[in-house]
């Protein structure tokens, strides 16, 4: 085990000489700032939770032999026991282990356990959204967080090097016209639309930023490596099945949100609806789409199909030829307020929000016709830079993180 330590450190010490961006993603201090002995990041791929593990290492005040980095996919860590790596790196002195890619460890929950309970150590780890990190018996001991991709407010922020506010949901929707003044004496362009137009098509992956030119291609190579890599070996998924997910993807991006029956879907992708309700729980776990309920699910055994989207628009943009204006504000509005909302859908509008607020998502010209007279109701309008009153503009709702 000191052989494999001594490789580890050799690797930990090839990246800490990687420069890393001077940009924090939005749960950064909360990250560095954790007080738990185990402290967990997870989501897809591609949303930098490598970049924001070693940027909060770097943060740590503590002597370089007293911290490690490790990644469970790199070759010298395979068949390699967590815990007796662990056990090495404490009785060396270690302090505190930051170890990415978790999921790509052998029966790593119960070697959480074990460090847990038998070494004084702090831990921080990343793993995939798609595998459950949320086992009853270790949901005591760590926290956990989620990192979404960028936000509306993170792109100007990394596109124009400045420092923008966010906000919370009931700050904008009872205040929404200061804030968009707010925001509009600190960005250097004042053509917000322009920026909301280019974030739609790309920059939802941070690593848009460091080739702009292959950023559909690496988009595509995410989701093949989600599919061929991560579902595959998480859920043991046969080769010859994620030709499927990729084709149920397709059906799902050339199709409305609410096009299809369970039924219909099935059988254009050419599955059974059991297991398309399995296909359609791995890709939303692997943050590929978001599966919206009906609000009555809540009380009843209620059969109603749910909404599908994909994750995010940019998604939206590699692997769709022509998009939606509806469906491109939709799958918006929804990437923007999943991570820290609930969202439902309901018949008198087209989401429900924390059981509390209704709206209704529409262009410029879109009426309170169908929310009349309904308390808590909002219309966010495409196409306008500033609201007025229960209507605001779509893309401050980039601005919640």
Not at 22 to 41: C, G, P, Q, V, W
Not at 166 to 172: A, G, T, V, Y
Not at 240 to 251: G, H, V
Request: aromatic letters at 14%.
């Amino acid at each position: 085990m000191q052989n494999v330590l001594e490789s580890a450190r050799k690797f930990y010490n090839l990246k800490l000489n990687q420069k890393l961006p001077s940009f924090k993603r939005y749960i950064f201090e909360d990250i560095l700032h954790s007080t738990a002995k185990l402290t967990a990041i997870y989501g897809s791929r591609g949303v930098g939770k490598t970049t924001l593990l070693m940027q909060v290492l770097k943060e740590f005040k503590l002597p370089k032999n007293q911290m490690l980095y490790i990644s469970c996919d790199y070759p010298y860590m395979q068949g390699v026991s967590l815990f007796e790596l662990a056990e090495e790196f404490s009785k060396r002195g270690g302090e505190v282990l930051f170890i990415d890619e978790i999921h790509e460890a052998k029966n790593f929950e119960q070697e959480l356990k074990l460090i847990y309970d038998t070494l004084d150590i702090k831990l921080f780890f990343t793993g995939s959204s798609a595998i459950s990190l949320k086992n009853p018996d270790l949901a005591r001991r760590y926290s956990m967080y989620h990192l979404s991709h960028l936000s509306f407010r993170e792109f100007i922020s990394l596109s124009y090097k400045v420092s923008l506010p966010s906000f919370e949901l009931k700050e904008i929707l009872s205040n929404h016209e200061a804030i968009v003044y707010e925001l509009f004496e600190q960005l250097p362009n004042k053509k917000i639309f322009k920026d909301f137009d280019a974030f739609l098509d790309v920059g939802v992956y941070p690593f848009y930023f460091e080739d702009k030119k292959r950023y559909i291609e690496r988009i595509n190579d995410t989701i093949d490596k989600i599919l061929h890599i991560d579902l595959s070996k998480i859920y043991s998924i046969s080769p010859d099945k994620i030709d499927t997910l990729k084709k149920l993807l397709t059906t799902i991006c050339t199709s409305k949100p609410f096009e299809f029956t369970i039924e219909k879907l099935a059988s254009n992708v050419g599955i059974t609806k059991a297991t398309l309700y399995k296909y359609l729980t791995y890709l939303d776990k692997a943050e590929l789409i978001k599966l919206i309920t009906h609000e009555a699910k809540r009380f009843a055994n209620i059969r109603k199909s749910d909404k599908i989207y994909l994750a995010n628009t940019n998604l939206l943009n590699a692997i769709c030829i022509n998009k939606e204006r509806g469906t491109l504000r939709e799958t918006f509005f929804v990437s923007m307020l999943d991570s820290m909302h609930k969202i439902e859908y309901e018949n008198s509008g087209d989401f429900l929000v924390d059981e509390k607020y209704i709206f209704e998502i529409g262009g410029k010209n879109k009426s309170f016709k169908q929310i009349a007279d309904i308390p808590n109701s909002f219309v966010v309008a495409d196409d306008i830079e500033v609201g007025f009153g229960n209507k605001v503009p779509l893309w401050l709702f980039g601005f919640l993180y």
